[in-house]
């Protein structure tokens, strides 16, 4: 098998699977239908993995496999690359895909439809992280976005289906922009493949620069919308809260970065790259901060972990867009993109982990409100779990993401802020990582010990098994652990495979200094006290402001309008 | 209050309208010349490497298939979200069990009909329907087979395939006369529709041309892998069009 048809194997054997799961419908509901869906799961999500193990030796150091799709000629066919990034993209996606699966048996939703869209979903993140073809990546982020719509509402919640439909049209009005992008950067150039519109925007003349400006702009803002950066974040936290809990934990931990980093591929061959990652590293640590702020102020417990998903994002555009604006090919550039994966990699993980755990907690005691949630311990133990798994599983996720070593989290947030040093966005990730801390005190108290003990759902009426759940936390759990411990066996690797050809990868950094444990003392501490100002009286006032602030529909278009402009006129001058 | 609140928003999309036009405008109003080293290229080469005269098919199953692949699936889960969501509204709104067999249930027949089955149906629609469908299915495989040829192919074909199965739907009062009109059947076909497709895009590759690589790029015959395409394409679209038109006639409660 020649390499290229190698790696295109991880796009094709999750649409197989997705294909054998599909079939399975047909079947009369049973051991037959059942054995079918395996398989094709099997395929789907198993497979890839050996195919990437496979892979691995061939694209480090810089090395990209590529071809073109149907050994086409290039320029009319469909060209792709699969490099370093694409690899580490994958591993991130099918790691998540696979715990998530497994906790979809416990807790739902089960069937052959959701196995295969959900197979089709991990195919379209594949294709997306390494197609060279700007069209090609247009038709893999509606395969993407069509896969979340439908599968939001399969939760059955009220306002899922709501929370799909606003979704669908605020990313299918981007989409529409993404297009008129790719028709005028088509028109300019004459080609689809980034190597081609790079070549073709670097002949143009001074007449058309405001053109292709105009065009890389609503792409920028486009992927933008489905990041969830600063101001369009608007559609993410009904989407992610209402879905089912295995699809939150894929939505949140690989499907809003894919399209960041498949961005970054385009951006880093255009000139324009470095003004564009600027300020949408700026917009991100921004991000970072006012997400964390409105986390903080919510009651319901998945709605706080969604606001964080967006703040976490910040984290991590604030670090890909600096990698962009010094280059990647310089040691600083290369760091932050390092730290730029990294924490997109561990960020899926902590908070697959925290969706799955608290999406259990929830269940299990039928009730939402953080105010009202307490002693969910004894509603676990309830539920026959000796050991309460799912309460270590949430404080292995809730320590992580707070940054407290040695687990994952810390890891890679020093990472970031260790690269950033010196610069604004170094003062406001750190404000965030204080509101990370306070509000996840704030959510660890639904394992409290309180006088208003949670009601006991009958989940004794569910088919499903119950183990599932327990089995995807642990495997999550001991990710985390695997992350933070062996750090510094992962980041050497990972560099290695971000560098280009010509570079150093970066040596280990000395994270574990003693100032870095100082600082995340410090964090804590203020974390702390920042928690009991918003307990307090005046504290609560200023978070119910917050958290009651009018939103509406069209707001998200407007503040959509305001970006794209804003870029765009960013860029001009 | 209430008016100043509307004006203001008023004030902020128009504001918003003007900003995003002002982006896209120079897209509309630019004069670059159109790009022609593609429409070149495959003037000279399309016809001898896909094998196709119609070059739009040799573009979408040959030079593009990937991307087809890719709107196939958004057709395949855009259905199946679709009778999820009929489904969900079915169990809202569905009348009670004596509702449905109503003799007073209001109808578009004529008072002399005297109709045993589907009051919203009249003889005249059943004759009709079930005579021109097979016609109608014919010319459906039509533009489905020649698609390599003559403008059509596997989309369009199978829109007009799936029109012949719901007129063969409508054409006859008791709907399990037909095979090919039962929503099982027709889900089926989707599903192993699919599978097929992907096996075909597979198939390549043990011939070293790739996935979605034509395994008979050098029999001489290359345009048969472009009628292959287009019948599994027309498969596809066919049966999951008319499966959701029949569910939303109902035709799954007779099921």
Known sequence: ?573 | MNDGKTAWRNIRIFASLVLIGAVMAPIFLSDASWPVTARDYLMAQGQAESGAVNLVSAIYLGYRAFDTLGETIVLLIAVTGTLSLLARVESLVSPGPEDTSSPNAKGFSLSLEKRVSHALRTNLLEEVTGKVGPIVLLFGFYVMLYGHLSPGGGFQGGVIIASGIVFLALGNPYEDKSVLVRPAILGGMENIAFLLFILSAMSGVFLEEGFFGNPLAVSGTPEGFIILMNCIIGMKVGSSLAFMCIVMMGGANHD
């Open chain 1, 1 to 573: 098998m020649r390499p290229e048809d190698l790696v295109f194997a991880t796009v094709m054997l999750p649409l197989l699977g997705a294909a054998f799961a599909l079939c399975a419908n047909m079947f009369p509901k049973g051991k037959g239908a059942d054995t079918v869906e395996f398989i094709g799961a099997g395929i789907g999500l198993l497979l890839p993995l050996i195919v990437l193990a496979n892979v691995f030796p061939l694209v480090t150091g810089g090395n990209a496999i590529e071809g073109v799709i149907g050994s086409w000629h290039e320029g009319i066919g469909i060209t792709f690359s699969f490099d370093g990034l694409a690899l580490l993209i994958n591993i991130l996606g099918y790691t998540v895909g696979i715990a998530a699966w497994i906790y979809s048996l416990g807790g739902g939703p089960r069937g052959p439809a959701f196995t295969g869209i959900f197979l089709i979903q991990c195919a379209a993140l594949s294709a997306t992280i390494m197609t060279n073809d700007l069209f090609n990546l247009f038709v893999c982020l509606e395969i993407m976005g069509m896969t979340s719509y439908v599968l939001i509402p399969t939760s059955r919640k009220a306002g899922a289906s709501l929370a799909s439909f606003s979704y669908l049209m605020v990313s299918a009005s981007a989409m529409v922009f993404f297009l008129l992008g790719t028709y005028g950067l088509y028109r300019l150039t004459g080609s689809l493949s980034f190597q081609g519109i790079e070549a073709g925007l670097a002949l143009l003349g001074s007449t058309q620069r405001i053109l292709s400006l105009a065009c890389l702009t609503l792409l920028v803002s486009a992927v933008a919308i489905r990041v969830a950066i600063m101001p369009l974040y608007g559609w993410l936290p009904d989407a992610h809260a209402l879905s089912p809990h295995a699809v939150s934990a894929v939505l949140s931990g690989v499907l809003i970065k894919t399209p960041l980093f498949a961005l970054a591929r385009i951006l880093h061959l255009l000139p324009e790259g470095t003004k564009i990652g600027e300020l949408m590293s700026i917009a991100g640590a921004l991000t970072a901060v006012v997400a964390v702020v409105i986390a903080l102020s919510q009651r319901d417990a998945k709605r706080l972990l969604a606001y964080h998903s967006i703040s976490q994002i910040g984290y991590i555009v604030a670090a890909w867009g600096m990698a962009l604006r010094w280059g990647i090919d310089t040691p600083e550039g290369l760091a932050c993109m390092v730290g730029a994966f990294l924490h997109a990699f561990y960020h899926a993980l902590f908070k697959g982990l925290l969706f799955l755990s608290v999406g259990t907690t929830v269940d299990v005691t039928g009730e939402r409100n953080v105010y009202l949630l307490r002693s969910s311990i004894a509603s676990l133990k309830g539920r026959g779990e000796r050991i309460p798994i799912t309460f270590i599983a949430f404080v292995t996720g809730a320590l992580a993401i707070s940054a407290i070593p040695p687990l994952n989290g810390y890891v890679s947030k020093d990472l970031i802020t260790y690269s950033l040093k010196g610069t604004v966005h170094y003062v406001l990730l750190s404000i965030a990582s204080v509101g990370t801390v306070a509000s996840f005190i704030k959510l660890s108290r639904i394992y409290w010990r309180g006088t208003k003990v949670a009601a006991q759902a009958s989940l004794s009426t569910e088919t499903t098994p119950y183990w599932p759940r327990l089995v995807a936390e642990v495997l999550l759990s001991l990710l985390c652990i695997a992350g933070g411990v062996a750090s510094h066996l992962i980041i050497p690797v990972v560099s290695d495979l971000l560098a280009p050809a010509n570079v150093i990868a970066i040596a280990n950094a000395n994270l574990f200094s003693t100032d870095s444990l100082v600082k995340t003392a410090w964090t804590v501490a203020s974390g702390t006290l920042l928690f009991f100002a918003a307990t307090s009286r005046p504290g609560s006032v200023v978070l119910r402001i917050v958290r009651e602030r009018p939103r509406d529909f069209h707001g998200l278009f407007i503040s959509f309008a305001l970006g794209t402009a804003v870029l765009a006129g960013y860029l001009l001058i």
